[in-house]
């Protein structure tokens, strides 16, 4: 497996050991069916989009660098593109993320970890990476301390970590892809972009419908309070 520089903030893992800059822009180029991606953050609790991976298959894997410059030739078309589905290893973590700050498209999007509890799989990606033979770490592991914010680590090691990730993903979607029963995988992942867009937007509350509801509840609150002391 090749680790390669193309560019500031942007890598390759593969396994193409003469992979450059130009074939990496020609091989992300071309027609693409599914890519699995891959976003890291600052923090689990601050989601500010530092680095980005995509993965065309389970050999070929990019990571570019978001923060604190875009790193050059991001392809935001693959990201933008409806017709290209985007495979996440839980993608409601990634999505909102990403939506929110660079409005990607979040129609055709399929989840790997939503897949595997319908298999009654566990959901930890490296437990399920290691079951296809495949070795990744966990972030714990290139942290020097705990809840280091990732803007503290190396952007190669963060993007190495990230490029292991995707391919795993990419490989465990292929591996369990056929034996999903995609009608009721379908159902699960309309709810996807709704909950993505109303993270980024919130929700607009009618107050005042809220106090009517409010009283009328404390009405039959007091109702079945009553009943119950009279039977207790």
Known sequence: MVWTVLDTGWYYL????DMDKQKAIALLAQPHIAVACDTETVSLKDRTPIGFGIAIDPDNAFYWRLWPEEAPYFPWRILRDSNIMKVFHNAMFDLPAMY???RINVLNVLDTMVMCSMHGLPPKLQTLAAGLGI???????IQTRKSQPMTEIDPEVLGEKCCWDIRATYALFLKILPDTPIHLYTEEMQII???TVMQSKGLLVDHEEVDK????LSKDVDFYREQAEELY
Request: no cysteine; charged share 35%.
């Open 213 to 216: 509801f409010y009283v009328l």
């Open 14 to 17: 593969g396994e193409d050991p």
């Open 135 to 141: 070795e990744i770490s966990d972030i714990s592991e």
């Open 100 to 102: 929110e700050r660079y």
């Open 193 to 195: 972009p709704i909950l």
